[in-house]
Nanobody, 124 residues
């Protein structure tokens, strides 16, 4: 089992920055890929970014490329999402997720464990 907890969400204005954290506990060594997803109001969950836990390869949705940066700190078992130049359309509940094997990073059901989510609200 892997337990994930997100933090860092909040209410910001358009153009501001925010950094989300995802702290993992439990069988963290079993994580191969970790990702961020979000669920905007009234919409389906969508892929945001992902990172391979060992090699640091990163993947981004086109909608956040150039504005968001995913990173991880293995020593702290923590993954981050630095979000810059936030837009109102970035408003969503943000979730982190963990997969134990190589997966198609943008597909939610490929992930094994999920955090409860953290709300990000961007006012225009």
């Amino acid at each position: 089992q892997v337990q994930l907890v997100e933090s860092g969400g909040g209410l910001v204005q358009a153009g501001d920055s925010l950094r989300l954290s995802c702290t993992a506990s439990g069988r963290t060594f079993s994580s191969y890929i970790m990702g961020w997803f979000r669920r905007p109001p009234g919409k389906e969950r969508e892929f945001v970014a992902a990172i391979s836990w060992s090699g640091g390869s990163t993947y981004y949705a086109d909608s956040v490329k150039g504005r968001f940066t995913i990173s991880r700190d293995g020593a702290k078992n923590t993954m981050y999402l630095q979000m810059n130049s936030l837009k109102s359309e970035d408003t969503a509940v943000y979730y982190c997720a963990s997969a134990g094997t190589a997966v198609v990073v943008a597909i939610p059901y490929h992930y094994d464990y999920w955090g409860p989510g953290t709300q990000v609200t961007v006012s225009s």
